[in-house]
C-alpha cells in the first residue's frame, strides 16, 4: 500500500504533549503513532456501524457462587454464533478466570459481555473490543 504525506496544523504545546506521549510509549516515530490512533478511531466506528468485529471479554469470579458456572455456559451457548473459544483458568482456591474470545456483530458482542459480566458471582469483567483486521489494511 502507497504511503501519502500530509500536513497538519496543530497548537506547539499540543504536539508537544503528543510527542512525550509517543515517546513514553515507546513508538518508533510519531508517524506510527498516528497511524495507531487512526486505526482505533476506526475500530471504534466498525463496533458502532454494524461490522463483523472480534473482541475478548474477561471474567473474573468466585466459583463457589451458586449456580455461577452453569449461568456462565448457558449464557455462552445462547449466543453460540459469536462465541470462538473460551479458555479457564483456576486462579486459586476460590477465584476463576475466564476468557472468552468472540466474533460478531458489535451489538450483539456488547449485550453477550453485559450479560456474563451481570451475572451474581461475576467480581470483574471486561470487554476489549478489537477488529477482525480486514478493514485496517
Ligand atoms: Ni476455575
Redesign the pocket.
Known amino acids: 500500500m502507497p504511503l501519502v504525506r500530509f500536513g497538519v496544523s496543530i497548537e506547539q504545546e499540543l504536539l508537544a504533549r503528543f510527542d512525550r506521549e509517543v515517546v513514553a510509549r515507546g513508538y518508533v516515530n510519531r508517524s506510527e503513532a498516528i497511524r495507531d490512533l487512526i486505526r482505533e478511531r476506526l475500530v471504534q466506528e466498525e463496533w458502532r456501524g454494524g461490522e463483523e468485529v472480534v473482541g475478548v471479554i474477561t471474567l473474573v469470579y468466585d466459583?463457589h457462587v451458586r449456580g455461577i458456572e452453569a449461568r456462565l455456559t448457558e449464557i455462552q451457548h445462547q449466543h453460540h454464533p459469536q462465541v470462538l473459544s473460551t479458555m479457564?483458568v483456576?486462579l486459586d482456591h476460590d477465584n476463576?478466570l475466564e476468557v472468552v474470545a468472540v466474533k460478531g456483530e458489535g451489538e450483539r458482542i456488547a449485550e453477550l459481555a453485559a450479560k456474563l459480566i451481570g451475572i451474581r458471582g461475576v467480581r470483574h469483567g471486561r470487554l476489549t473490543a478489537t477488529t477482525t483486521g480486514r478493514r485496517l489494511k
Open positions: 466459583h479457564h483456576h476463576c
